[in-house]
């Protein structure tokens, strides 16, 4: 049986010592830094859509947009949208369209989301974002090959904690960044790089380490998790 066609996956997240992507309060935790940001931002640059789960936009409420306007201008020349497309991933779960996963940035923004709330959302988010049927529960695998059918090449997975999860145990990352902050949050309400689960990789199936960089105070370790690896 011939592979379904789908992106090239980049999943890339920050983390704190103790493996949690923020703390337990209302207030952002910031694990980064202005080094690492701006390699993001230059990820973002490069690829074609960025994808995150429902409680990403709810907790964190991002933009998800490259900053840089030189970057900005030269995917405008290579005849790309200034901006890559948004991408989400809900389960049963409402988010606000007002969210600026919604509001900022003209691109487009695809939801797919549980075939049981799909007209839900419809109704809810109108024209702010295309809502697709995934399946009950959304099958990452449709999800991808759908994106691929709408000329997305390279896709950008930056959280949260459940999205993670699902794309790594259904062996569907190419490509994983992990940058690891210099501290501890030693809180188990805050939420984790990924949750339980069986993933490829354990320690009868090392990944794959193919480079590690220091930025400052922060280390990216960088993974090749399939044969698709782009040196």
Not at 55 to 78: G, M
Not at 112 to 136: F, I, M, P, S
Request: charge should be negative; aromatic fraction near 6%.
């Amino acid at each position: 049986m011939t592979p379904r066609a789908r992106p090239y996956v980049v999943l890339s997240c920050a983390m704190s010592l103790d493996g949690y992507l923020d703390d337990a309060t209302d207030e952002r935790l910031v694990l980064s830094n202005s080094e690492d940001l701006d390699r993001v931002d230059a990820m973002r640059a490069g690829c074609d859509a960025i994808l995150v789960g429902a409680n990403t936009i709810r907790r964190d409420n991002p933009r998800l947009l490259v900053r840089a306007q030189a970057r900005r201008e030269q995917r405008a020349e290579n005849g790309l949208s200034p901006q890559p497309a948004k991408v989400a991933i809900f389960g049963h779960g409402d988010v606000d369209p007002e969210s600026r996963f919604f509001t900022d940035g003209d691109t487009d923004k695809i939801v797919y989301c549980a075939t049981k709330t799909a007209g839900r959302n419809r109704t809810r988010l109108g024209d702010r974002a295309e809502v697709v049927d995934g399946g009950e529960p959304v099958d990452l695998e449709l999800a991808l090959e759908d994106l691929a059918a709408r000329g997305v090449g390279r896709l950008l997975v930056e959280g949260g904690s459940t999205v993670h999860t699902m794309f790594l145990t259904a062996g569907l990352v190419d490509e994983l960044h992990l940058v690891v902050a210099p501290f501890f949050v030693g809180d188990g309400r805050a939420p984790r790089f990924v949750g339980d689960g069986q993933f490829p990789w354990h320690r009868g199936n090392r990944a794959t380490m193919v480079d590690v960089r220091r930025m400052d105070d922060v280390v990216l370790l960088r993974y090749a998790l399939s044969d698709r690896f782009e040196a």
